[in-house]
């Protein structure tokens, strides 16, 4: 029997290849690994927005993890984005977790935009609403949020008593951080801040600092320095932040001694010399009345920053070396190191202080021309003061009449100031009025006033005006010396007593005074803004706070050992004068820091040749 025959197999189908309407999508797992990649290595706001266009398109919009990657990749890459990203994707239907709460608060905290930190602790109460737990990874972020705005500190109590609710108080990250935050809150919080750091088991370097940071802020230099020194004491070897806080501490008080020592200290004790940390020793050297080493500390730098030779130019500026200044700068531009708005405000302070003022309105002039930088007011500030101090008081007033902008308080009291200098007492009056009626609640719109009215011997005025501050609480800023000696820094306030030494020291103020009258030298009783009879004005001259600081330090001190004082205000006249003389009989170098520059006195003159 013959085999049957297989089975025919149905005909072939031709095969037609058609374009797929849409590419196979990866899992989800790759798609979420291949978006974080993207995310991860995004550095521009094209990148980011492209890493966005694929995470919509992978539908991962809803994803915890992607989209804690997007945020904390927009705070760097894209910060404009951040609030309108959050704003699209942050719907109430994404589950919401620790590590996305966090990254949002961190994100925003970090933001160079104001509006968006303003925003960083609105996302802890959503956190809370959403059931969501906060870790101890939280309350360092949202502390740090709360520190940003010193205005509001009802926040950061609240913030605090959240921590302490969950149980995250004593941890060692959010304890440093609440010492940070109640710093920043200002000299009345202070107290909060030591009791947090009392509290703590053990103390890191990032404690203290964030501790003498606090009492630098808070104006209190001088007990950062003695927090230094129990840092010291107890062993801990304090980093580079530590130091830049004594720096600042150290640039407050005008301490020669405590800088210089810790410029050994940081070499000896290895610790590195960033660019930043040598920044804050040129400046802190410039404003303990150390100028050359300034500039030495700067020579010695391998790398600089505009920061650098900006340090430098305010550092000449101070002490009224405008032309050496002005060469500094013209040598940052020749090696390439572009000038920016900070550095014009060094270079024409330079030119205020040496009474250049044709070279500073050419620097003024050449900002927008030459380098494109819009003035800004502190740069109109200065020109103000150049005309000022020049005794060109009309054309700083045309000036100030011809600003784009409107003059701050700042500007107007500047050339209230050089109106007074230079006898234009009705312009002075004037200007005084006008601020006074527009800002009641400043005390130096009052002084300037009342000064003005005691100057033309219009005491009934004077007395009116001392009266309304008194009514609204408004006190003038006493005048306060300060001086370092073997380590210790001492301070005088006008008339004051409270000094261990007062005797010996009023006694040496009235020797000094003795001295002064054998060489000729007459009190400028035109400084007492008091009604007195002249022998009373010159008593109360003789009482200055730097009168009594140089007292003591020529009874502390051998013959021939230079004598260094810091002024909170500017420097009068008379004392100005007397200096000069004191320099010359005692034989004395004697450096003077005001509120605006360095006065040299040696041998009878100034280094400001009577130019302040």
Request: proline share 6%.
């Amino acid at each position: 029997m013959r085999p049957r025959p297989p089975p025919l197999s149905p005909p072939r189908r031709p095969i037609y290849t058609t374009r797929a309407s849409h590419p196979t999508l990866p899992a989800p797992r790759a798609a979420e690994q291949h978006c974080l990649r993207l995310l991860e290595r995004a550095s521009t706001p094209a990148s980011l927005l492209q890493s966005l266009a694929l995470l919509l398109k992978f539908g991962l919009q809803s994803n915890p993890l992607v989209l804690t990657r997007l945020f904390a990749s927009s705070a760097t890459a894209a910060p404009a984005l951040l609030v309108p990203l959050v704003a699209a994707l942050l719907r109430p239907d994404v589950p919401l977790d620790a590590f996305l709460v966090n990254t949002l608060i961190r994100a925003h905290v970090a933001s160079p935009i104001p509006s968006a930190r303003r925003r960083a602790a609105a996302f802890f109460p959503l956190m809370l609403s959403r059931g969501i737990a906060p870790n101890k990874f939280t309350f360092p972020f949202l502390l740090k949020s709360c520190a940003a705005h010193p205005g509001s500190p009802a926040a950061g109590l609240q913030a605090h008593a959240a921590a302490l609710k969950f149980g995250f108080a004593a941890d060692h990250y959010v304890s440093n951080t609440l010492i940070h935050m109640y710093s920043c809150f200002g000299a009345g919080f202070l107290g909060d801040a030591r009791n947090v750091f009392e509290r703590m088991p053990k103390y890191s370097p990032v404690t203290w600092s964030a501790m003498i940071g606090g009492y630098v802020r808070g104006g209190l230099s001088g007990d950062a320095v003695m927090l230094f020194r129990e840092m010291q004491a107890s062993g801990v070897r304090p980093d580079e932040v530590t130091m830049l806080g004594v720096l600042a501490a150290a640039a407050d008080l005008g301490a020669l001694e405590l800088t210089r020592w810790v410029g050994r200290f940081v070499e000896r004790e290895g610790i590195g010399k960033s660019v930043t940390l040598c920044n804050a020793l040129i400046d802190t050297l410039a404003k303990s009345g150390d100028v050359d080493g300034a500039v030495a500390v700067f020579e010695g730098m391998e790398e600089r920053t505009v920061v650098s030779w900006t340090s430098v130019i305010d550092a000449l500026a101070m002490e009224g070396r405008g032309k050496e200044a002005v060469g500094v700068f013209e040598e940052m531009k020749s090696v390439g190191v572009p000038p920016d708005d900070v550095a014009f405000i060094g270079v024409l302070t330079a030119c205020s202080h040496a009474g250049m003022v044709d070279e500073g309105r050419g620097y003024f002039d050449s900002m927008k021309m030459e380098h494109g930088i819009e003035p800004k007011i502190e740069h109109y500030g200065c020109m103000v003061d150049m005309f000022g101090r020049a005794g060109m008081v009309d054309q700083g007033l045309e000036f100030v009449r011809a600003m784009p902008m409107k003059p701050n308080p700042i500007i107007w009291r500047t050339l209230v100031a050089a109106c007074r200098a230079h006898g234009r007492l009705e312009l002075s009056e004037s200007i005084s009025k006008e601020l006074l009626n527009e800002y009641p609640a400043h005390e130096a719109n009052y002084v300037m006033l009342s000064n003005v009215f005691a100057l033309t011997q219009r005491w009934k005025e004077k007395s009116e005006i001392r009266r309304e501050m008194s009514k609204r609480g408004i006190t003038k800023v006493p005048g306060c010396s300060i001086v370092e000696l073997d380590g210790e820094v001492h301070e005088f306030i006008a008339g004051d007593e409270s000094h261990p030494q007062y005797k010996e020291i009023y006694m040496m103020v009235e020797e000094m005074s003795r001295e002064l009258r054998c060489i000729g030298h007459i009190a400028a009783t035109s400084e007492v803004l008091l009604d007195l009879d002249e022998e009373d004005k010159e008593g109360a001259l003789l009482w200055h706070s730097e009168k009594l600081a140089i007292a003591f330090v020529l009874l502390r001190t051998r013959p021939g050992t230079q004598v260094r004082v810091v002024k909170n205000l500017r420097v009068c006249s008379d004392c100005h004068a007397a200096i000069k003389c004191i320099s010359q009989v005692y034989n004395r170098e004697i450096i003077v820091r005001d509120r605006s520059r360095f006065h040299r006195f040696k041998d009878g003159s100034c280094s400001c040749k009577d130019f302040w």
